[in-house]
Each structure stands twice: as structure tokens, then as C-alpha cells.
């Protein structure tokens, strides 16, 4: 971690975390892992190297902190500045063909009807009402070359274009204090982010990919882009987007995977 990263979580501090900490993992581990583990010291560089571990891992500690996920969300939420820029890329190394992914095959990926689909919005929200594909592509559009990360062992580069959430967000009169934005996709997928990573500066409402109508098997007809976080964070063929206090969970976070899914 570098010693000028925003600090953005409130009533917290780093002599807290690392105590939690200290706390959970003595809990979780065996007595004998348990004393190798606290007598080399457990310093606040040392659990950020940690929570960065893939959760694919099989180590002892590793599993200790899979399990206690949800602190790990909140020492993520913590080292993530709220305006941290994940790295973009040229043109030239966009991954090509860029992977497809999802719980199913491509070929049933869902068809999605571009004239009759209207983007619903519900929730901590004044304006509720729904929008069809012609009112989003008129909106003014931004594109961004990041790495897309998958916790199943690949990544690849791709060119995303749409409209900055947070503009969306502001222009529906979404409540910005609230917790959670969840969604729900065309293809039975659900997922849900925090409200700092919903207003970041990269994460986009992505309507197209490389330059084109974004195509079915990357989510017509729109999915959330966002190069802080993980794969299976954004989601593809939303048809909803919710503002709330109340945790959404997710289709892989409910089958424990990481809530916060940092990248
Ligand atoms: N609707 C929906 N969104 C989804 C998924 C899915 O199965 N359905 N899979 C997630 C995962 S695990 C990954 S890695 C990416 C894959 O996106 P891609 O097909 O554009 O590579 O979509 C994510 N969003
Ligand atoms: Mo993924």
C-alpha cells in the first residue's frame, strides 16, 4: 500500500483494523498456525498484501480471511480512495478476441429486444421512471481501455464506451448517502456494488464495446463496467437498477464469494 492512499472510511483507523484483525484471524486459525502467524507481528502493509491474495488460494490463512469476508469488504472499502484511477490502455493491446464469461454457455446468453426494453430504476430514487435504449444512446457518451479481471484465472483488455454512472445516478436523483446499488440482469445474474465505487470516476454505464452496440454475448444491452472491481462485479444485461440500505448480495457473492470484489 502506498503512504499517500486516501483514507475514506469514517471511524476507522488503521490501530482498529489491524486489532480486528488480530481478533479475527486468532479465531479462525488452528493454535499452532495461530502462533507462527501473530509472532512475526501482523503490521497494516501485511493484511493489505493479504486481502489482495486470490481467494482461489488454499492456504490456511487464506481460507481464515475468505471467511471472514466481511471484514475483508471493510479493509477493502478502506485502502480503496475514492478517486484512485485504475490504469488504461492504448488501442493496441486490446485482448482479441476479448473472452466471453458468464454461468452458462454463449450461445444462451439472453436476446434482449432493443425497442421494447425499458432500463428500470427503483429504490432510494426520485425519479423512477423507465428508459428506453434511444434516450440512453443520446446521452453524452465517454469510453475507457482497462483490464478486466476474472477470478477464474484469466484477464484481457477491452475498449468500453456509455455514460459515467454517476451522472446517471445524480440525473435520476438518486439518494448518494444510501449504501448499496444493486441490479438485476435479463439473465437471472444479480450483483451489487458500494455507493463510492457506483459514483468512481471509471465506472461506466457501458452501452457499447469497442466502438460497436455493445453485443449480446457482453451484455446487451448494457452491463456496469468498472476496472475497480473484479469480473463478476459487473454485470451484464441489466434490466434494473436499485438504490438501497439494505444488502443485496449477489449470484457468485451468495455463494461466497467476496462481497466487495476489489481488482
Ligand atoms: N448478467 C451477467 N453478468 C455477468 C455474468 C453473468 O453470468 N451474467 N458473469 C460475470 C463474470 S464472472 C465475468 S468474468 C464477466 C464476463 O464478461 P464478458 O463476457 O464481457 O467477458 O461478466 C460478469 N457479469
Ligand atoms: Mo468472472
Redesign the pocket.
Known amino acids: 500500500m502506498k503512504k499517500d492512499s486516501k483514507i475514506i472510511m469514517p471511524g476507522a483507523d488503521a490501530d482498529d483494523i489491524v486489532k480486528e484483525a488480530q481478533g479475527l484471524i486468532a479465531r479462525q486459525l488452528d493454535a499452532s498456525s495461530r502462533r507462527n502467524f501473530l509472532r512475526q507481528g501482523l503490521t497494516l502493509g501485511g493484511m493489505a498484501m493479504l486481502t489482495g491474495c486470490d481467494i482461489s488460494d488454499n492456504t490456511s490463512v487464506d481460507k481464515a480471511l475468505v471467511s471472514i469476508s466481511g471484514f475483508n469488504d471493510r479493509v477493502q472499502a478502506w485502502l480503496f480512495g475514492a478517486n484512485r484511477l485504475a490504469p488504461e490502455y492504448a488501442e493496441s493491446m486490446i485482448t482479441r478476441p476479448?473472452?466471453?464469461?458468464?454461468?452458462?454457455s454463449e450461445e444462451d446468453a439472453?436476446e434482449v429486444d432493443p425497442l421494447s426494453y425499458r432500463l428500470q430504476v427503483a429504490g432510494k430514487v426520485l425519479d423512477k421512471s423507465t428508459w428506453s435504449l434511444a434516450q440512453l444512446y443520446q446521452m453524452a457518451q465517454v469510453s475507457q481501455i482497462t483490464r478486466?479481471i476474472?477470478?477464474?484465472g484469466w484477464s484481457?483488455i477491452?475498449k468500453w464506451g456509455g455514460i459515467p454512472f454517476s451522472q446517471f445516478l445524480k440525473l435520476v436523483g438518486a439518494d448518494l448517502s444510501a449504501k448499496y446499488v444493486s441490479f438485476k440482469?435479463?439473465?437471472d445474474?444479480y450483483?451489487s456494488i458500494d455507493m463510492a465505487t457506483a459514483l468512481h470516476p471509471q465506472t461506466l454505464l457501458a452501452l457499447t464495446?469497442d466502438g460497436q452496440i455493445l453485443p449480446r454475448?457482453?451484455?446487451f444491452p448494457m452491463?456496469l463496467r468498472m476496472p475497480t472491481k473484479?469480473?463478476?462485479?459487473?454485470?451484464?444485461?441489466?434490466k434494473l437498477i436499485e438504490i438501497t440500505n439494505a444488502y443485496p448480495g449477489g449470484?457468485?457473492e451468495d455463494q461466497g464469494y467476496n462481497w466487495f470484489g476489489g481488482s
Open positions: 476479448f473472452p466471453f464469461n458468464a454461468f452458462y439472453p478486466h476474472c477470478v477464474e484481457a477491452g440482469c435479463a439473465d445474474y450483483t464495446y454475448k457482453y451484455g452491463k473484479l469480473g463478476y462485479k459487473n454485470p451484464k444485461h441489466i449470484y457468485w
